[in-house]
């Protein structure tokens, strides 16, 4: 029964961080807009997802308990290029990307650095969540902002503290996916309060 938790929890969430953005970027497409999206906040996430992957590599955790940061990391790459070119400002991506793929490198330069990284992976992701909510509550309009890849983010927390549990045990990992399931399931909340309603054209 355990191993069987275990395996549903490790794939379901595989499956659905396969696709947690896709609705984000597919809102957006359509949308042909970035409008309710918080740019700071999307920055941080990607921070925050990088420092957790470099983390769980540095010290060899088990490949199903992080498989899915990947592929968020890539989603969340084309979600920051849809951002940059509906505002206009495509140019100003390429520091952030060579900041990016220099952190990953540096991050594992010594022990004391992944710790302290990882310790603020908390801080940093809770500010991206915050900074979308700050932005949702300025504008009052969640505009492109897709409430099923915030719930899909929820679900996928909340079965990392499922798995946590049952394999590593660290602390630091489940304090961490706590927060941000709490969180998650506010912004979710929050972008469905503020959806306008569609006036279709007579």
């Not at 490198?105 to 302290?116: A, E, P, R, T, V």
Request: charged share 10%; with cysteine; aromatic share 14%.
């Amino acid at each position: 029964m355990r191993e069987a938790l275990l395996w549903f929890c490790n794939w379901s969430t595989l499956g659905v961080c396969a696709g947690l953005k896709l609705p984000q970027i597919y809102a957006q497409l359509a949308a042909r807009s970035a409008r309710g999206i918080s740019l700071p906040s999307l920055l941080l996430e990607l921070a925050g997802f990088l420092v957790f992957l470099r983390y769980q590599c540095y010290y060899g955790n088990p490949l199903l308990t992080y498989l899915e940061y990947p592929v968020l990391i890539a989603q969340d790459v084309a979600l920051l290029l849809c951002v940059f070119h509906f505002n206009g400002n495509m140019k100003q991506a390429a520091p952030y990307m060579a900041v990016f793929v220099s952190s990953w490198f540096i991050l594992s330069l010594q022990k004391w650095i992944i710790d302290l990284a990882m310790n603020l992976c908390t801080f940093i992701s809770a500010a991206s969540k915050f900074a979308q909510l700050q932005y949702l509550w300025k504008v009052q309009d969640s505009g492109a902002v897709s409430a099923l890849t915030w719930g899909l983010a929820a679900y996928t927390c909340a079965t990392r503290i499922i798995t946590t549990l049952m394999t590593t045990n660290d602390f630091t990992i489940l304090i961490r996916f706590v927060i941000m399931l709490a969180l998650n399931i506010w912004v979710t909340a929050t972008v469905l309060r503020y959806r306008k309603p569609v006036i279709k054209a007579e």
